[in-house]
């Protein structure tokens, strides 16, 4: 067995924000284990891309219990990486899990319940071979469950040692501030939303980003390349054998891919051709963009490969948009009804 060393200068590649009002760090473009990380996939091949990225700064790794397939092997597969590789590296890393959606049978296997979170986190810590995390979500609002058994849940996971900070995901821009009084009344402030967020699907734009920079909370977008519409993969209209569409991963829907969509996908691809730029590093590039308070702190990226990886982290070398290129995106990048995940943030806005 090789012993993995980390590279000397994994801290020269990317920039690091704060996020929100708190002194957690992290890195512009993070590593989501959503996809690419169950037992479907090679141990071997995602063991190469977390020691690459955290070669290349990437220390921010996001997982949920249901993360698979099946339901739980993400943070399995990353609980054995961790003990062969990356285990002595702990304290730079930033580890982050959620509880919310169906991780099972039974009323408490989902949902924001008290039972169901803390029961669930224990459960995510024994896979991933760890004694915390470091951020804690919610993973999405309940509305069968009251807020403040959901946000006393948070606070006790970071009390109890568990969790170095506490998160939402998916929560409207009300429920967000309301989520946030009650945390810090508990002595305990979110830190962080994870909503999603592209250049098809621009919801948080209508009052969540503001109320995440009014919180003092930082945002990790996650799926900025809307479940891979804005890739290349999709271009001449056919679907690939391999892609979310072909192999019908739950995060994907039959009536994303229309006409109507490719030809803004099109449009959107020709202008970052323009800027050099692939179609995806662009879309990373754009989410990402100054808004000034309302910037978005790191965006969630996922990789199939160590290539996949190192193309996509090239977003962070492009240059900054120019007013008319932004005018011209702005003018193909439009809601396009792929957020499957409405639902549940307009069930308590």
Not at 59 to 64: G, S
Not at 131 to 143: E, I, L, N, Q
Request: net charge negative; hydrophobic share 40%.
């Amino acid at each position: 067995m090789d012993t993995y060393v980390a590279s000397q200068d994994r801290y020269e590649h990317l920039e690091y924000r704060p996020c929100g009002e708190s002194g957690l760090r992290l890195p512009r473009l993070s590593l989501g284990l959503w996809q690419n990380f169950g037992a479907d996939r090679d141990l071997e091949g995602q063991r190469r891309i977390l020691r690459r990225a955290f070669d290349l700064g990437v220390f921010h790794w996001d997982l949920a219990n249901n993360y698979g397939p099946p339901p739980g092997a993400a943070e399995e597969n990353l609980g054995r990486i961790l003990a062969r590789d990356l285990g002595r590296y702990r304290d730079e890393l930033v580890i982050t899990t959620k509880a919310g959606w169906v991780m099972g049978p039974g009323p408490h296997q989902q949902g924001g319940s008290r039972k169901y979170l803390l029961s669930s986190l224990d459960r995510s810590l024994a896979r991933m071979g760890l004694d915390h995390v470091d951020v804690f979500y919610s993973h999405r609002p309940d509305p069968d469950t009251p807020l403040e058994e959901t946000m006393t849940a948070l606070h006790h996971a970071v009390v109890s040692g568990r969790a170095t900070y506490a998160g939402i995901s998916s929560y409207g821009p009300s429920l967000t501030r309301k989520a946030a009084a009650i945390m810090r009344d508990l002595g305990t402030p979110l830190v962080v939303h994870q909503p999603s967020y592209s250049m098809l699907n621009r919801w948080v734009e209508e009052g969540l980003l503001e109320a995440a920079a009014d919180e003092g909370m930082g945002v990790v977008a996650f799926s900025p390349l809307a479940q891979g519409l804005l890739t290349d993969r999709y271009l001449d209209g056919a679907v690939p054998a391999d892609s979310r569409a072909g192999v019908g991963r739950p995060s994907w829907r039959d009536n994303m891919l229309t006409e109507q969509v490719l030809d803004r996908v099109r449009a959107l691809n020709r202008i970052a051709l323009e800027r050099g730029q692939t179609l995806a590093q662009m879309a990373i590039s754009w989410v990402l963009r100054d808004q000034g308070p309302r910037t978005v702190t790191t965006a969630l990226i996922g990789a199939s490969s160590v290539e996949q990886l190192e193309q996509n982290l090239r977003a962070s070398e492009s240059a900054d948009f120019t007013e008319e290129e932004l005018r011209e995106i702005d003018r193909w990048a439009v809601d396009s009804d792929i957020n499957i995940w409405w639902g549940a943030t307009a069930s308590k806005s």
